[in-house]
Each structure stands twice: as structure tokens, then as C-alpha cells.
Nanobody
Framework: VQLQASGGGLVQAGGSLKLSCVVSGRTFSNFVMGWFRQAPGKEREFVAAIGRNGGSTFYADSVKGRFTISRDNSKNTVYLQMNNLKPEDTAVYYC?????????????????WGQGTLVTVSS
């Protein structure tokens, strides 16, 4: 299974970015998908997760109301729409996948990982 994340970049505080992650090698609709991030000098943390059909989502408190996770099973792609970005959102963002139905929030529960895409928010 391969995950390819893209869409990162430099944005001013208050701006928006949309990340994408394309999955190949296995039936995408069988995966629960998650987004994590790792800021410089910090541990990787959970951002958001989405169920296999997109009907269920879960967010970290720090991004709730600003970020939206979604998926398009016809395109094997999961998205992370990030609005009202803050400097503290600066991090490398990773997409992750695993089978099952539970929306996992712990990185060790995910089986497959993308390479990460850097998001930098300037103040």
C-alpha cells in the first residue's frame, strides 16, 4: 500500500490550505484514514480521522471547527481542508491508513503511512 500526500506550502495566518493523500495498492474504501502532524521538536500528534464511507469523522480539539477531513472513494483520496490557519499549525502533515471501522487516534494503530507534506504558517 502506498500513500502520497501533497498540498502543503507556506501560508499566512488566517489563510487556508487543502491537503490531499492518494492511496494505491489496496481497496481504498476498506481503510479508515487519518491525518497526523509533527511540529519541529515535538512528537507526532493526531489531527483527524474519517470512516470508510466518510460518514463518521473525529477531530483533535486543537483543530475542531477549523479543519475538515473528507474522502472521495472514487478517487482513492482523502483530504484535509485547513481554514483559519495559525502559526502553531506549522508541521509536517502525514496521512495514514488502516483497516477496520474504528476511528483510531493513536499513530501506532495505523498500518500504512505517507511521506508527509510540510505546512508552514507565518504570523
Amino acid at each position: 500500500v502506498q500513500l502520497q500526500a501533497s498540498g502543503g506550502g507556506l501560508v499566512q495566518a488566517g489563510g487556508s490550505l487543502k491537503l490531499s493523500c492518494v492511496v494505491s495498492g489496496r481497496t481504498f474504501s476498506n481503510f479508515v484514514m487519518g491525518w497526523f502532524r509533527q511540529a519541529p521538536g515535538k512528537e507526532r500528534e493526531f489531527v483527524a480521522a474519517i470512516g470508510r464511507n466518510g460518514g463518521s469523522t473525529f477531530y483533535a480539539d486543537s483543530v475542531k471547527g477549523r479543519f475538515t477531513i473528507s474522502r472521495d472513494n472514487s478517487k482513492n483520496t482523502v483530504y484535509l481542508q485547513m481554514n483559519n490557519l495559525k502559526p502553531e499549525d506549522t508541521a509536517v502533515y502525514y496521512c495514514a491508513a488502516r483497516g477496520g471501522v474504528i476511528l483510531y487516534t493513536v499513530q501506532n494503530d495505523y498500518e500504512y503511512w505517507g511521506q508527509g507534506t510540510l505546512v508552514t504558517v507565518s504570523s
